[in-house]
């Protein structure tokens, strides 16, 4: 029988010591992991969820770390992530990103690119099942989409000084570790299979809520306790429909995840 393991991370802040004043204050995130985890453990997944202050690039990298380690051909990662999103320039060339930035998730200790989560992915054994959903601003994963955007005091994006700011103080590091990154992809350019369902496209943002993000809102609706029928793409439609034109959530896949997978009701194990 397959296994299931799921991480549930939901930021409503992050360390000011960190990021230069900026606490990044956000009322649902929270609510979000524990909404999604309760989903998992629903579905038969072993549900981990870090909240806030645990939110660190070390905790998350350790808990993926060790979830690649048990789980095998056949199995499942289910991985949520609801608070800010950032990007960054990314100076490994076009053929990485078109856009020519790399985007972030915004940890409570620091910025984690997009390459770090891919490289995480990379530790798990072929034919293991991933699927992320990140409810944040700019995680589209480098596919745009014309239009605008809800109201930025509203929105789970890092206000544009803080990310010029920081990256300003923190551009050698980020340069070093990006080209890091890229040594260690594989020569064929192949990443592992992994399907992302998104808040939204990388130019757009994601808006909070009194309760739930709107994109986290929107799933638990079309679920709906477990009672929706039909596979990923199905699925997506249905959140894109519950969403305003300047939100669209994206459904974007790393590799080539097969087609019976892709048709599996989510967050089958």
Not at 144 to 167: H, I, N, V
Not at 182 to 200: E, M, R, Y
Request: hydrophobic letters at 35%.
């Amino acid at each position: 029988m397959a296994t299931g393991l799921s991480l549930h991370i939901g930021l409503n802040r992050v360390d000011p010591a960190r990021y230069e004043g900026w606490d990044g204050t956000l009322n649902a995130c929270e609510n979000d992991a524990h909404d999604m985890a309760r989903l998992a453990r629903t579905a038969g997944f072993e549900a981990t969820t870090l909240l806030t202050e645990d939110g660190t690039a070390a905790n998350v990298t350790s808990v993926l770390r060790e979830a690649a380690a048990r789980l095998g051909p056949g199995d499942i990662l289910l991985l949520s992530y609801s608070g800010h999103g950032g990007q960054v320039p990314d100076v490994t060339g076009p053929d990485d990103e078109p856009d020519a930035l790399d985007e972030t998730l915004v940890f409570y200790d620091r910025q984690f690119l997009d390459d770090e989560v891919q490289h995480a992915f990379r530790a798990f054994a072929d034919d293991v099942r991933i699927v992320a959903l990140f409810d944040c601003c700019h995680s589209g994963s480098s596919i745009e989409l014309p239009g605008g955007a809800p109201d930025e005091s509203t929105g789970r994006s890092m206000p544009e000084p803080w990310q010029r700011q920081l990256y300003d103080r923190d551009r050698s590091w980020f340069e070093e570790l990006q080209r890091s990154l890229a040594k260690d992809a594989p020569a064929d350019g192949a990443d592992h299979d992994a399907l992302l369902v998104s808040a939204c496209q990388d130019n757009q943002v994601a808006a909070d809520g009194p309760v739930n993000g709107a994109f986290t809102e929107a799933l638990l609706r079309v679920w709906d306790g477990g009672a929706f029928r039909g596979g990923y793409r199905t699925f997506h439609r249905a959140i894109q429909r519950l969403l305003p034109p300047t939100q669209s959530p994206n459904l974007y896949m790393s590799g080539a995840p097969s087609p019976d997978f892709l048709d599996q009701r989510p967050f089958t194990i």
